[in-house]
């Protein structure tokens, strides 16, 4: 078999050769015997062909990782040439505000609203009793609180707050977009309702937390701060935010897990799951799919920049 690295060890040996010659006691450059020198070479070759076979499979794994890097950047890069900016940081920030903190309120809630359950016992175990969950209860509460704070002050402040708040409003045209979606669903349409930035499914999601927010935020308030409640309203009233507290966060739950995963991650089109909760961002088949109108204004405004 060829040895391309010849050359290269003919010339590490050569040196290491004049270095021995140097080091022995009476010899001179070039005056050791023939048994020393192919000792030399046989430990120099040994130790070199190790040397290299390694580097050589190390360097092989760093090109191959740099050209991954290079493709996946490559990809990346003409994904987001095609790809639209749909929500910014603000908005992204308090998503993930909301939906941490619903994930700490449901699975410390839950518990509470079915104790003789065997899930909910074993949830109560793990989150180490019913005092730690209390805890757990309330940081969810606090952060739920600060979303709604931060959200309002983004509608009030924020010119895209502004706006995406206005596109949220309902419209006559979502009554018709419901029954030409479901004329779709049966066959009797041959196209889908065309939507703007934020379809009726969108609108539902978000009225749906606005109202859901009102009165879960209300009435825990009442709960977690009973003896201020209690000494300004009758008790009926603390009975009354009970009730509704633990009624509204089960629906809060049926209604996230029915409807918004699936419409956001479970449906076949998305499936796994969507990550502009993330990034922000969608394709540009995304765009003209779910939101052609939003599509073509977007388009006409970038044609109209560019004169």
Do not use: C
């Not at 209860?137 to 502004?162: K, Q």
């Not at 419209?171 to 196209?191: H, N």
């Not at 934020?198 to 825990?220: L, N, P, Q, R, T």
């Not at 309203?233 to 966060?249: G, L, N, Q, T």
């Amino acid at each position: 078999m060829k040895d391309n690295y010849r050359p290269a060890k003919d010339k590490i040996i050569e040196e290491l050769e004049r270095y021995a010659a140097g080091i022995i006691p009476g010899t001179g450059d070039h005056e050791l015997d023939d048994e020393t020198k192919r000792l030399i070479r046989q430990e120099a070759v040994r130790d070199l062909d190790a040397f290299l076979d390694a580097k050589t499979k190390n360097i092989r794994t760093l090109v191959l990782r740099q050209q991954r890097l290079k493709a996946k950047l490559q990809k990346k890069k003409e994904w987001e040439k095609d790809t639209f900016l749909r929500f910014n940081i603000y908005f992204r920030i308090q998503h993930i505000m909301l939906f941490s903190s619903v994930i700490i309120l449901v699975i410390t809630g839950l518990p509470i609203k079915f104790p003789n359950s065997s899930i909910s016992r074993f949830m109560m175990s793990v989150m180490g009793g019913i005092a730690t969950q209390g805890i757990l209860h309330r940081v969810g509460a606090v952060l739920l609180i600060g979303f709604y704070v931060f959200h309002t002050l983004y509608t009030i402040f924020n010119r895209e707050g502004r706006r995406d708040f206005v596109q949220l409003l309902p419209k006559p045209k979502d009554i018709k977009d419901v029954f030409q979606m479901i004329k779709y669903f049966f066959g009797f349409a041959k196209e889908k309702p065309k939507f703007d930035r934020f379809s009726y499914i969108e609108k539902f999601d978000y009225w749906a937390v606005y109202w859901g927010g009102i009165v879960m935020v209300g009435s825990g308030l009442i709960m977690w701060f009973h003896n201020i409640a209690l000494s300004v309203f009758p008790k009926y009233v603390y009975d009354i935010a009970r009730e509704a507290h633990s009624d509204e966060a089960l629906l809060a739950t049926l209604t996230i897990v029915i409807w918004h995963f699936y419409n956001v991650h479970f449906n076949p089109s998305r499936f796994p799951g969507s990550l502009v909760w993330w990034h922000g961002k969608l394709t540009k088949e995304q765009m003209i799919d779910e939101h052609p109108l939003e599509y073509e204004r977007m388009i006409k405004e970038k044609e109209d920049d560019n004169g």
